[in-house]
């Protein structure tokens, strides 16, 4: 089973940046896709980024648009979200997806893998 561990969670003033990594034990390459969810109490997990990396597209939340980037490692078993200008309303515990064979990123049924999740609190 691939394993999945996130760091670089934190807390951060509104309109600060954070990047979180997404170590995997297993070539990010090799995925169908790789995701970040986030999830706030009480709410449902919900799809932030994804990264198809056999054509490198990504797809974003409407609500991280223009502000978070997705993208993959030099040494290709790590995947970032970068977050730029946070807003309190991003606060959430974060958590690294993967998809190993087929199919799409979407709901919570079509991943393989999960990360611990790790905690982003920002400010205002």
């Known amino acids: 089973e691939v394993q999945l561990v996130e760091s670089g969670g934190g807390s951060v003033q509104a309109g600060g940046s954070l990047r979180l990594s997404c170590a995997a034990s297993?070539?990010?390459?090799?995925?169908?896709?790789m995701a970040w969810f986030r999830q706030t109490p009480g709410k449902e997990r919900e799809r932030v980024a994804v990264?198809?990396?056999?054509?490198?597209?990504?797809i974003y939340a409407d609500s991280v648009k223009g502000r978070f980037t997705i993208f993959e490692g030099n040494t290709k078993n790590t995947v970032y979200l970068q977050m730029n200008s946070l807003e309190p309303e991003d606060t959430a515990v974060y958590y690294c997806?993967?998809?190993?064979?087929?199919?799409?990123?979407?709901?919570?049924?079509?991943?393989?893998?999960w990360g611990q999740g790790t905690q982003v609190t920002v400010s205002s």
């Open positions: 297993a070539y990010t390459a090799t995925s169908r896709c």
């Open positions: 990264l198809y990396p056999s054509d490198g597209s990504t």
């Open positions: 997806a993967a998809r190993w064979s087929g199919g799409f990123c979407t709901t919570l049924g079509t991943i393989s893998s």
